[in-house]
């Protein structure tokens, strides 16, 4: 099978049924993601201002910077697949694909330093730990940002000096890529692999130990405010794990491969479409982690809480209200 008539395959693939569910499953994280995450940032500016010399916060404000501007970058990639345009197509798989890269990796990176912020607060309670400072958060946040901004800058440069010229859109982005740029995309993938594995390793080694450190408290029988401590921490851990490996764990198994093996005619189309359901979940977790918000932010939980007891306060009020004008009403008749 020729190359054009297996690009002509995959851009087949994404039209009918499969295109509409796509751009609206699409759609919908990015709406709900911006409703919860700039709810949290409203939190962070109005709120949380005593809470700043916390290195927790630090980690915190930046993975909700993260899950925001992912917000924000989705709409070029539903509306690279609602158009049929060599534009549009060239600008996702540049700028579009490259911002969408870079804030998941960050949310992932991000992740991994709240866990290990977290279990750092088991080992050292006190929080005199160098890294448990809130200039070493900054810092950290900092060269993070850094390390993920260079590569993706020099990413789209050699994109826009290599890639290929095209008269009609191929459905997906391996067409523009030269031969030297090729590896260089497979280079990113692979390196955004280790990043994904390295994280993913030590946030079950945390899990592990916090759930080591519990039970031996269990087993001793220390029923404590250390140990409850503990079971909290053990929670929050959960927490992380189970967003972390519902996101992000099905993209990775569909990405790598999809890498090196999209040309292939046998199963080319099946790793496309296994990269694409994948890809939905993992923009997912700009709708799960404000749960990580939530248990792991005191005042977070409290502000919600609060504000939920407001509302429905006030609906009560409402309707207590309209109950006693609609007994008025009565005894007047």
Not at 135 to 163: C, D, E, G, K
Not at 248 to 255: E, I
Request: net charge positive; glycine share 4%.
């Amino acid at each position: 099978i020729s190359q054009p008539f297996l690009y002509a395959g995959l851009q087949s693939s994404v039209s009918g049924t499969f295109q509409i569910f796509r751009l609206w499953i699409k759609d919908l994280p990015h709406l709900v993601g911006l409703l919860l995450n700039g709810f949290i940032i409203k939190f962070y500016c109005c709120q949380a201002r005593q809470q700043a010399s916390r290195s927790l916060m630090v980690y915190l404000k930046n993975l909700t910077a993260a899950d925001f501007l992912l917000c924000v970058s989705l709409p070029m990639r539903v509306t690279d697949y609602a158009s049929r345009s060599v534009i549009f197509r060239e600008l996702y798989c540049s700028f579009g694909a490259t911002s969408l890269y870079l804030n998941m990796y960050a949310s992932i990176i991000f992740m991994g330093y709240i866990a290990a912020n977290r279990y750092l607060t088991i080992i050292h309670p006190s929080g005199t730990h160098i890294l448990q400072t809130v200039r070493t958060a900054h810092i950290v946040s900092t060269v993070t940002w850094a390390f993920l901004l260079a590569p993706t800058i020099t990413y789209n440069i050699m994109f826009f000096i290599t890639h290929k010229p095209l008269t009609f859109d191929p459905g997906y982005c391996g067409p523009l890529f030269s031969t030297s740029f090729s590896v260089l995309h497979k280079t990113f993938q692979i390196s955004c692999t280790i990043i994904f594995l390295l994280v993913f390793i030590f946030l079950v080694f945390f899990y592990y130990s916090t759930s080591r450190r519990v039970l031996q408290a269990q087993q001793r029988q220390l029923a404590s405010f250390s140990t409850d401590k503990l079971v909290k921490s053990r929670r929050n851990m959960l927490v992380l794990v189970s967003i972390f490996c519902v996101c992000f764990v099905p993209y990775h198994l569909a990405r790598l491969p999809y890498t090196f093996l999209w040309t292939s005619c046998s199963v080319g189309q099946l790793l496309y479409y296994s990269k694409e359901v994948t890809t939905i979940l993992s923009v997912l977790n700009v709708c799960l982690d404000p749960l990580v918000y939530f248990f792991l932010c005191k005042t977070f939980r409290a502000q919600v809480n609060f504000s939920m007891g407001t509302r429905m306060t006030t609906q009560a009020t409402q309707e207590s209200e309209s109950s006693r004008k609609e007994v008025e009403i009565v005894e007047l008749n």
